[in-house]
C-alpha cells in the first residue's frame, strides 16, 4: 500500500513559471486536501475536494487551482508562479475527515525565484 | 475561518518530565484531531476525538476534548526523546464543512 504519494519531492521554478504538483492516493478516500506549511504558520488549507468532480477553497487559494476528475488523483497547479509560493506543500487523503484523519503525504518543497 | 490557537509554541524539557499542550478556539468543532510531525516529513495522526468530555490515552500521552467541544489537551507522561517533533492539532467545524483547519503547532524538544 503506497498510501499518498506526492511527486516531485523538489522542484525550483522561475517567477511566471506554471507548474502542476500532483498527488495520488490508493486508498479509495473520498476526502483529499492540499496545505502549505510555512515557518510559524503552521499548515494553511488551499484547497479541498469532499469526492471526484467536487472542490471547495480552503483559507489561502489564491494562486492555486485544482481538479478531481478521479477519486485517486488530486493535482494542484500553480499557474504563474510567485517567490510568495515558495513553501512545503503537503497532499492529504481521509475516508471521513471529522473521525478517520488525514493520511499526509511525504510533502513538496517548492522555492520560487 | 476558525482559529485554533496551540500554547505553548515551543517547549524544551530534560528525559522524565510531564507537560501539557493546549488547543483552544472560540468556535465549536465537531472533532478535533492531534497530529505529530518530524523534520522532512508530513504529519502523522495520533488521535481523533469526537465528544464533548472525551478522554483517550495512546501510551503515555493522553487526550482531552473540552467539554464545549471548544478546545483540547494532550498530556505527556515522562518524556523521551523520541517524543522530540512538532505537535499538532487541527479542527473540523461544526456545521457541514469538511474544512479540517490546523493550528499552528507546538515544538517540543526532550534532552536526554
Known amino acids: 500500500n503506497a498510501g499518498v504519494t506526492q511527486t516531485p519531492k523538489f522542484q525550483v521554478l522561475k517567477t511566471g513559471q506554471s507548474m502542476t504538483l500532483q498527488c495520488a492516493q490508493d486508498?479509495?478516500?473520498?476526502?483529499m486536501s492540499w496545505y502549505r506549511q510555512d515557518p510559524g504558520m503552521g499548515l494553511r488549507l488551499i484547497h479541498y475536494?469532499?469526492?471526484?468532480?467536487?472542490?471547495d477553497q480552503g483559507e489561502v487559494p489564491n494562486g492555486y487551482n485544482v481538479s478531481r476528475s478521479t477519486t485517486e488523483d488530486f493535482p494542484l497547479r500553480l499557474l504563474s508562479a510567485a517567490p510568495s509560493q515558495t513553501s512545503v506543500y503537503f497532499c492529504a487523503s481521509s475516508y471521513n475527515t471529522g473521525e478517520g484523519g488525514y493520511t499526509f503525504g511525504s510533502g513538496t518543497r517548492l522555492t520560487v525565484v | 475561518t476558525q482559529l485554533l490557537e496551540q500554547s505553548p509554541q515551543f517547549l524544551s524539557i530534560q528525559e522524565g518530565e510531564n507537560l501539557t499542550v493546549y488547543c483552544n478556539s472560540s468556535?465549536?468543532?465537531?472533532?478535533l484531531q492531534w497530529y505529530r510531525q518530524e523534520p522532512g516529513e508530513g504529519p502523522v495522526l495520533l488521535v481523533t476525538?469526537?465528544?464533548?468530555?472525551e478522554v483517550k490515552k495512546l501510551k503515555r500521552l493522553t487526550f482531552q476534548f473540552g467539554d464545549a467541544r471548544k478546545d483540547s489537551s494532550l498530556h505527556i507522561t515522562a518524556a523521551q526523546p523520541g517524543d522530540t517533533g512538532l505537535y499538532l492539532c487541527?479542527?473540523?467545524?461544526?456545521?457541514?464543512?469538511?474544512?479540517?483547519?490546523f493550528g499552528k503547532g507546538m515544538k517540543l524538544t526532550v534532552n536526554p
Open positions: 475536494s469532499v469526492g471526484a468532480g467536487i472542490t
Open positions: 476525538v469526537v465528544t464533548g468530555g
Open positions: 487541527a479542527g473540523v467545524s461544526q456545521g457541514g464543512s469538511e474544512k479540517l483547519v
Open positions: 486508498m479509495n478516500h473520498e476526502y
Open positions: 468556535s465549536v468543532f465537531s472533532s
